[in-house]
């Protein structure tokens, strides 16, 4: 069972642009999420994340927010440098410090 | 500043043979800590999280274990690997700050290939 999903493997973005990543739940005890970057070969880096009180968050480019009454949440990079291009994980945390990762989005920034 | 260690890096096993990967942590003390796998065109499984020394609980049952010797170190174990055990491995740490769980900070990780 999938608890958190990440539907689209994949997204292209020209630089320059905003790069929208979207992560949707099913378990409604989730209050935590956070989102990684992740490069080849590496351990996935925080990036940001946000309490169930709150429906946005923002650090510089990346601002994430969240939809709690359609268990949404969406991460927003603006502008999209070619830096950006990795996988990006988001994960659920259900007031304790586990967390529940999705499968991850696959962000290409085309120059 | 804090900062995770992995290692191996790279790992080739043949199948039957025994896994032994290690994480420490510099820069904390009393950290949780975490072994996730990712295997090919997947997320992240978490295998194994301790609150403490000693401390183990296991998320998926299979032929890993985990064991923690020291307040900074983690270990991931098997007596037999399995062609399925191949994989990148992660180790990843947190600390609970206040009330909210500020995140968790992964190793650089450990790529296995069982043979």
């Known amino acids: 069972d999938q608890q958190v999903k990440q539907n689209s493997p994949s997204l292209s973005v020209q630089e320059g642009r905003i790069s929208i990543l979207n992560c949707d739940y099913t378990n409604s005890m989730f209050d935590y999420f956070l989102w990684y970057k992740k490069y080849p070969a590496e351990g996935p880096t925080f990036l940001i994340s946000i309490s169930s009180i709150k429906d946005k968050n923002e650090d510089g480019r990346f601002t994430v927010f969240l939809n709690k009454s359609a268990k949404h949440l969406s991460l927003h990079i603006v502008p999209s440098q070619p830096g950006d291009s990795a996988v990006y994980f988001c994960a659920a945390s259900g007031g304790n410090e586990k967390l529940t990762f999705g499968t991850g989005t696959r962000l290409t920034i085309i120059p | 500043s804090q900062t995770i260690h992995q290692w191996p890096a790279t790992l080739v096993q043949p199948v039957g043979s025994p896994l032994s990967l290690e994480c420490t942590v510099e820069?904390?003390?009393?950290?949780?800590l975490y072994w996730y796998r990712q295997a090919a065109g997947r997320g992240l499984q978490l295998l194994f999280y301790s609150v403490g020394i000693g401390q183990i609980s296991s998320e998926v049952p299979q032929n890993l274990s985990a064991s923690r010797p020291q307040d900074r170190q983690f270990i991931l174990s098997s007596k037999k690997l399995l062609l399925s055990d191949s994989g990148f491995y992660l180790c990843a740490w947190s600390v609970r700050v206040g009330t909210g769980l500020k995140g968790q900070y992964f190793g650089p990780g450990t790529r296995l290939t069982v043979t």
């Open positions: 820069g904390t003390s009393n950290p949780n």
